[in-house]
């Protein structure tokens, strides 16, 4: 069997808890090591400075004994005290200071290695038969050094002189203790403070996304009925407005698209069931009794009329909906503007001069980019409409104005009624239909929405402007084909 990974990812939460985790933990443990350094850091840095205080008065007591036996003679108690006060640097000035008892403990010995005296004296009895001061002194000369002695730790230092070795040894076995207590109640509180942060992250994290869940209610619950309910983005946390907003925009476009979508059904099914009823009927009644070859013969006319206007809504239909889907690069050509509007005029003249409608163009016309067929049919709409809608014994003008990468053009014919801007806006609806009293040209209403889906399928942009309530302009904008 073949085994596939899972590729599903830890919930949100987890991963940020996880990677909180993970942070804090080496954090903790670069303080623990870091505390733990300093502190045994500072105990060594103290009992070096004991040592060292403590060798240099032993030092000077040495100096100043002609013979090793005038130290037998002296108390060594006496002797320990003093060398027990690092702080005790010259008695002739007076800088005294209590004597502090740091348990020193001293081994003298011979050049041979022949123990002459300790301090304390019963210090003797600890150091066992593999004690050998020579070797210390040969192994750490003048430098301080840890060792065991009795199962205890000792800082210690070999001083030489002409006569014997002296080693000064100060126990930090209570340094150690108190380490071992101290990393043990730090690696606890280090803990607690871990799963303290731990848990205040994940109840953070789980509050800040407690809108998310909001959202999602929100979501589960669209459908067609309920597509006007929005989330109130004052009520969002800042870091997710921008996520609310766009919500909401969804949910209009969503809205919008649904309502359009909605009365395209309706008009759609309207317009069908008219040429299609009409069929029905007239085949009714030619079957209804014998009828004679040229009553046949004009029904069939009727019904082809009916047909066509049936194809022609289909045909639209099937337009739009290629057009939605934009065009591939393998349709994008170059199509020369000027050569496609003559032709095109050349066709509409013979309409146009029924009502003594003319055409007048103007400008550079360029090279544009696209669908050579669907910018004929984008520009064949356009001047079809403004041929029935334009009032009798005017001009329509065509103009264009091009700039380095995109060609604007317009068709502008006068109305033969005042039209409102608001009112000329709805014509790129589907079926939308304008009538006037003077022009009841009707079609199938899908003439501009195609203008409009053709442009946007060659990422431009289509308008229409009202001048003076009179004067209907439709642009055009286009991008040019660059040669």
Known sequence: MTYKADNRRLPLL????????????????????????????????MDAEIITHAAFNWRQRLSDLSDLSDLEAQNPDTALTELSDPYK?????????????????????????????????????ELGDDFNLITLWQ???QQQFVTHINDRHYRAIVIENEQALSLIALPIDVHHQYLVQFNRQLSLILFVITLLLVSIAALSVYWGFAPLATIVQKMKGI???????????SDMPLELRPLAQSYNLMLAKLE?????????????????????????????????????????TEQLHHQHDTLAQLSSLINNMLLLAKTQKGLSDS?????????????????????????????????????????????????????????YYAASNSVIEIQSVTTSKMATITITNQLPEPLAQKEADKLF?????????????AGSGLGLSIVQAIAQAHDGTVSIR??????????????????
Do not use: C
Request: charged share 20%; aromatic share 10%.
């Open 331 to 387: 349709q994008r050509q170059p199509v020369d503007s000027e050569v496609l509007l003559t032709k095109l005029i050349d066709y509409f003249e013979l309409i146009a001069e029924e009502r003594d409608i003319s055409f007048e163009k103007s400008g550079a016309f360029g090279l544009l980019l696209g669908d050579n067929s669907l910018l004929q049919r984008l520009f064949a709409n356009l001047l079809s409409n403004a041929i």
């Open 256 to 296: 919008s698209n649904f309502d359009s979508l909605s009365r395209f059904s309706d008009n759609i099914a309207h317009e069908l069931r008219t040429p299609l009823a009409t069929l029905t009927t007239q085949t009714q009644v030619m079957l209804s009794k014998p009828r004679s070859l040229e009553e046949y």
């Open 89 to 125: 640097v010259n008695k002739d000035k007076h800088l005294h200071s209590s004597a502090l008892d740091y348990d020193l403990k001293t081994v003298i010995t011979d050049k041979q290695g022949q123990l002459l005296s300790t301090t304390p004296s019963s210090f003797a009895h």
């Open 429 to 441: 609806e589907r079926f939308h239909r304008h009538h006037t009293t003077t022009n009841m040209h």
């Open 466 to 483: 009202i001048r003076d309530h009179e004067y209907f302009a439709v642009s055009v904008k286009l991008y040019l084909a660059q040669v």
């Open 139 to 141: 192994n750490n000369a």
């Open 14 to 45: 987890w991963r940020t808890i996880f990677l909180l985790t993970i942070f804090v933990v080496l954090s903790q443990i670069v303080i623990y090591i870091w505390v733990g350094h300093s502190v045994k850091g500072h105990f060594e840095e």
């Open 223 to 233: 459908n067609p009925e309920r597509l006007d309910e929005r989330l109130t983005v």
